[in-house]
């Protein structure tokens, strides 16, 4: 099976991409919510969310900008197990992710759910830096990485998608790297 989609090439670095300024951590104060259309919304510290079910996934990495990393090393929470903690109620089928600095992104339920998904707060063993998304960056391999949303904050379970920072920009929805939907036309 091929690894790298149409139009990308593999680098050994880790390119630092985002919008605007990276937030500023303050582990005192920072704090993960599950929220929306859930039966059990919860509030988590940052020590509360390290202390849920950790997994460890080896996932490629591909940015829209034609970039992919190979073999990342990524340890955190499932988002299937963020889910199971707050029983989306049956008619949520999708949730929109929102992070420090105005970002969101928003996916289906369903490709959430899917076991290479997750909360990641450490990066080949070592705690995610900053620029990277730390303290907590959703990591979605299956598509382009601005789905992969830096510096998470909260999960809100919705019954529509909501069309995220990018995607109010022209980025696609789907986003899917192996059909190259970088943008909607």
Not at 4 to 22: C, M, S
Not at 123 to 134: C, D, I, S, W
Request: aromatic letters at 14%; one cysteine or more; glycine letters at 6%.
């Amino acid at each position: 099976m091929q690894r790298i989609p149409p139009n990308q090439h593999v680098t050994a670095n880790f390119p630092v991409l985002h919008f605007g300024r990276v937030p500023e951590f303050d582990r005192r104060t920072w704090d993960f919510r599950a929220e929306g259309l859930v039966e059990n919304p919860v509030r988590l510290t940052y020590d509360e969310f390290l202390a849920l079910g950790r997994t460890e996934d080896i996932s490629d990495f591909h940015c829209v900008t034609g970039w992919s990393r190979l073999d990342m090393r990524w340890e955190g929470v499932l988002f299937r197990d963020i889910a199971k903690l707050v029983k989306p109620k049956n008619n949520a089928g999708f949730a929109t992710i929102v992070c420090d600095g105005e970002y969101t992104t928003s996916l289906p339920l369903n490709e959430l759910m899917e076991p290479d998904v997750l909360f990641a707060y450490n990066y080949e063993g070592k705690p995610l830096e900053p620029v990277h998304g730390g303290p907590l960056r959703l990591v979605v391999p299956k598509k382009y990485a601005y789905k992969s949303a830096k510096w998470v904050r909260k999960v809100v379970f919705t019954e529509e998608q909501e069309p995220g920072f990018w995607e109010q920009r022209g980025y696609s929805n789907s986003a899917d790297p192996w059909k190259e939907e970088r943008y909607s036309y």
